[in-house]
């Protein structure tokens, strides 16, 4: 059941009143959701089909499964798997640096809140880092040598120099892709204290600062896309800049003086620039998504990921985190929710407002860590419901799949499915642990 979008909090509200009336009237298991009947209380709010806590350790458990090839998971060097482990024969296209970027910060987070008992997920954080180190870089060559490649094709070892997919051309790659996947590969570091993670992230960072320009309030500081043999841009605004921020910080931080001032200077436009353009036209919020060029599409990925940050470094990073915060939640609502089975979800982008599990695991585990950060319960319940719609793509053996609304599916794009989901539920249980019983 889908309904339109709304454009304020207070129309959000009063539609849920209304939905939530509607759906008191329905029978109990009229509706499946995802992978599992639907399951509500009596005041018409979406449970969750068994605990956050067992549908996690389901999905990891399935993966952990994953058969190796070349020695990495076959969910490491494909996006799109099938549920029997295997590829999707008419894709064979692949998005490495965001898919184990993310997937390296998911399973660090998911290792730290199980106990840090099982070293098998360090074994799969750790075939993402070496995948990304030694299999996914451009040439070393041209402005953006043995640089994150954003996308390229499935089960290359290691990816060809014109391995461009999706929406890049055959020699681009993405700049805050690179940013991504060195700050990962930081994280990956400092748990393992392996000097190839950190020797990486420094190579790319220096890169990044290298091409580092002048942003303003029609650029920002790289371009989306760039050719790695000669610099040339396409797409003046990259809206994902948060990781970035968090690489120059990290490496500061580790003694790394040289990326004090780049970190600095990037934090001043995204503070100046970026963060006041949400309230206007957002259109310093374009382009995250690597299989879409269309250089105005906003999304809600990155501005629900810069709310993370703020949230987590709060006055060390942004006097004014709390406004800033607010500023782009009420972009994202405004611009990308809407009502899905009772649900208020959010949605990718402008050109595609469905709600894909990493746009709405995201949405929902930002919310949760500014409802806790705050002390505010304003967005906790609506957190709570995005998440608990999330994990209806969860089947009972854990293969989850890449969208809800898809209906009974399994497998899929693996960041939805999984690489950039795990740790959004990791955020939202440490936010609130009670969420995860």
Not at 59 to 69: A, G, H, I, R, S
Not at 217 to 241: C, H, I, L, M
Not at 373 to 397: R, V
């Amino acid at each position: 059941m889908k309904q339109k979008r709304f454009t304020s909090l207070e129309a959000i509200r009063m539609s849920l009143a209304i939905y939530v009336g509607s759906l008191l009237t329905l029978s109990a298991g009229a509706q499946t959701l995802g992978n599992h009947p639907a399951v509500y209380d009596q005041r018409g709010n979406l449970m969750p089909w068994t605990s956050w806590h067992d549908a996690l350790e389901r999905e990891v458990n399935w993966y952990l499964k994953c058969p190796v090839t070349n020695g990495y998971p076959n969910f490491v060097v494909m996006t799109f798997m099938r549920d029997d482990y295997q590829p999707r024969l008419d894709r064979p296209d692949f998005i490495p640096a965001t898919q184990n970027g993310m997937g390296i910060i998911s399973y660090l987070k998911y290792h730290a809140w199980t106990g840090r008992t099982n070293p098998e997920l360090i074994t799969i954080a750790r075939a993402m880092g070496d995948y990304l180190v030694k299999e996914a870089l451009t040439p070393d060559e041209g402005k953006y040598p043995r640089f994150p490649r954003s996308t390229g094709i499935r089960l290359k070892f290691p990816q060809p120099p014109d391995c461009g997919s999706q929406a890049d051309q055959h020699d681009e790659i993405q700049p805050d892709k690179g940013g991504i996947a060195a700050y990962a590969l930081v994280l990956l570091y400092k748990e393992t204290k392996d000097e190839r993670y950190l020797n990486q992230a420094l190579h790319t960072a220096r890169v990044l600062v290298t091409n580092m320009v002048e942003g303003a309030d029609q650029k920002s500081p790289w371009p989306f896309r760039a050719d790695y043999r000669t610099g040339e841009g396409r797409g003046d605004v990259g809206s994902n800049q948060s990781f970035t921020h968090r690489l120059f910080n990290e490496l500061a931080d580790l003694g790394y003086r040289e990326f004090r001032s780049p970190r600095e200077k990037l934090w001043a436009w995204i503070k100046n620039y970026q963060i006041p353009n949400a309230a206007k036209d957002g259109r310093l919020w374009a382009q995250f998504f690597e299989d879409y060029d269309v250089t105005t599409n906003r999304n809600s990925w990155a501005a629900m990921n810069t709310v993370r940050y703020l949230c987590e470094e709060q006055d060390s990073l942004d006097p004014d985190w709390q406004q800033d915060a607010r500023v782009l939640i009420t972009f994202v609502n405004k611009n990308f929710t809407s009502i899905w089975s009772g649900v208020l979800v959010c949605g990718e982008q402008d050109v595609d407002t469905k709600p894909w599990g990493g746009a709405v695991s995201t949405y929902g585990a930002g919310l949760a860590m500014y409802a806790r950060a705050t002390g505010s319960d304003e967005f906790k319940g609506l957190a709570w419901q995005a998440m608990n719609y999330a994990l209806y793509s969860i089947d009972f053996d854990g293969c989850p799949s890449e969208a809800v609304w898809k209906g009974k599916r399994r497998g899929g794009w693996q960041e939805d499915a999984h690489t950039d989901k795990l740790h959004n539920f990791v955020d939202a249980m440490t936010a609130f642990p009670e969420w995860a019983k």
